[in-house]
């Protein structure tokens, strides 16, 4: 059988469920079908500490919205559920596939990517790894709902109604470097074209980036800013936004946590990979 063949009957059907109310209705889904290869969120960190429970979230909006199949959440970091144990688990035929390892972050991150590739090297079963959930405009989508939840932006479906708290300027905050910053400049762009206002990127980890961001905006005549940041939220930097924004005396939304969008984008790079995968 071609490679050909093989990936066009391995792949996962697409599917449409019935239209949803709200912000998310009409998401395209892929039901997996028995056996598939298990899909694995790879989260930064440990897996006892704060800020851990939106990737369990998070897994199960995949199976349930998406795959039909249970997806595992494993952390780069303690001896509980650690990615090289939860691969481990997954042995199987080694001319099969048993796994593709998403990494549970907004964009790039070096030490994150390096880690696990190098967990998907030593592992016994069959794993390859996917790439990060951003750049992405369902990125850009999910920061704009967490800025609405908080009151600090329109959300779509109220466009026309007054919002005192609606900030006039964003600042999308991102762990990372410089290197980050330029990569979430893309998600930067794609949210100021959804909220018509201007979006400035810095890193949130650096206060003098984040002041800069900050006089940039009030240059561009934005009167109240808001910090955005651009992190799902069981990554140790999450811990350094509300001192970022402090930096500037203005509000922040809350991290994109198991956000709708999130599980998409999960299930999508799980596609990708497992397509790549099968036509080599």
Do not use: W
């Not at 066009?8 to 290869?37: I, K, M, V």
């Not at 851990?52 to 998070?58: D, G, I, V, W």
């Not at 609606?166 to 762009?189: F, L, W």
């Not at 651009?230 to 402090?246: K, Q, S, T």
């Amino acid at each position: 059988m071609s490679p050909e063949s093989q990936a066009s009957e391995a792949l996962p059907s697409r599917r449409r469920r019935a239209p949803r109310g709200g912000r998310h209705r009409g998401d395209e889904s892929f039901l997996l079908p028995p056996g598939s290869p298990t899909l694995v969120l790879a989260v930064p960190g440990p897996a006892r500490r704060a800020g851990a429970e939106p990737a369990l979230e998070l897994a199960r909006l995949v199976e349930i919205e998406h795959t039909g199949q249970p997806a595992r959440v494993a952390y780069l970091e303690g001896d509980e559920a650690n990615l090289h144990t939860v691969l481990a688990g997954l042995h199987r035929d080694p001319d099969e596939l048993a796994a593709v390892v998403v990494p549970m972050s907004t964009g790039p991150d070096p030490a994150m990517d390096a880690a696990l590739r190098h967990a998907v090297a030593a592992a016994p079963a069959n794993a390859v790894a996917a790439e990060p959930l951003g750049p992405h405009p369902l990125i850009a989508e999910a920061l704009h709902d967490r800025l609405a939840d908080g009151g600090l932006a329109r959300a779509d479906r109220i466009r026309l109604m007054t919002m005192v708290t609606a900030a006039s300027g964003v600042i999308v905050a991102t762990p990372g470097d410089a290197t980050a910053v330029r990569q979430a400049e893309v998600t930067g762009v794609l949210l100021a074209s959804r909220l018509a206002a201007p979006v400035f990127t810095a890193s949130l980890n650096d206060d003098a980036s984040v002041k800069a961001a900050a006089e940039q905006l009030r240059a561009a005549g934005a009167t109240s800013i808001a910090l955005a940041p651009h992190l799902i939220g069981p990554e140790p930097d999450a811990a350094r936004v509300a001192a970022a924004a402090a930096t500037v005396g203005c509000p922040h939304s809350a991290p994109l946590g198991p956000h709708p969008a999130l599980a998409r984008l999960a299930a999508l790079r799980y596609v990708e990979a497992l397509s790549l995968a099968l036509a080599d």
